[in-house]
């Protein structure tokens, strides 16, 4: 079973620039969420998605984040415009069942604005 | 107060030590508490999780759990160089059965050999 994965590994951008984030999670699993890690700080909940629809956004930080999940597949993370702020490591995390039993984490994008 | 509170360390022992990792947490109402490990780099690996208070053995793991305290521990005996990693703490909010997770920063464990 192919595990969660996300792509870019790396991204480096200028601040104002857009950047797209990327998250396969494993076949099947329903339930996908965005956790990000700035520098220094603890890993913190972005959002929740049930299929393609949006459970809690409560953790995303402003209106220049958008998350989509079309189709209930695979989820996209866009800043835009991109702030020296938001530079950290961006994890996606799979489960199928609703619930915090557990759940597997992707790699990681670490994003770096200058 | 932060949510969920752990000792940043370094935490560092000797090979075949008894490594003793901790963890407070605010919410009262929390039912599930989770240890996450995580490599230099990588991604977060579940390795334990308890519900109830009291002990849970897992190999060389151990969680251990007081709600009334609202503490949350994990042991690991006979400590590896390979346990060397950074160590999170993770709690649902309140009573969420959504999936939702709070972190804790995380205790750095080094083990020497």
């Known amino acids: 079973e192919a595990g969660v994965t996300q792509f870019p590994s790396h991204s480096v951008i200028e601040k104002g620039q857009t950047v797209t984030l990327r998250c396969d999670p494993i076949s099947g699993h329903d339930n996908l969420y965005w956790y990000r890690r700035v520098m220094g700080k603890e890993i913190k909940f972005l959002l929740h998605?049930?299929?393609?629809?949006?459970?809690?956004e409560s953790g995303m930080p402003n209106n220049r984040f958008l998350a989509e999940r079309t189709g209930g597949t695979y989820s996209t993370l866009k800043v835009q415009p991109a702030e020296l702020e938001d530079s950290g490591v961006y994890f996606c995390?799979?489960?199928?069942?609703?619930?915090?039993?557990?759940?597997?984490f992707g790699s990681g994008t670490r994003l770096t604005v200058v | 107060q932060k949510e969920v509170e752990q000792n940043s360390g370094p935490l560092s022992v000797p090979e075949g030590a008894i490594a003793s990792l901790n963890c407070t947490y605010s919410?009262?109402?929390?039912?599930?508490f989770f240890w996450y490990r995580q490599y230099s780099g990588k991604s977060p690996e579940l390795i334990m999780s308890?519900?109830?208070?009291g002990d849970k053995e897992d190999g060389r793991f151990t969680a251990q759990l007081n709600k009334a305290s609202q503490y949350v521990s994990l042991l690991i005996r006979d400590s590896q160089p390979s346990d060397s990693a950074t160590y999170l703490c993770a709690v649902p909010p309140g009573a969420s059965n959504t999936g939702k997770l709070i972190f804790g920063q995380g205790t750095t464990l080094q083990v020497k050999p």
């Open positions: 998605f049930v299929k393609e629809s949006k459970q809690d």
């Open positions: 308890i519900y109830s208070n």
């Open positions: 919410d009262r109402g929390s039912q599930s």
């Open positions: 995390a799979s489960s199928q069942d609703l619930g915090a039993h557990g759940y597997t």
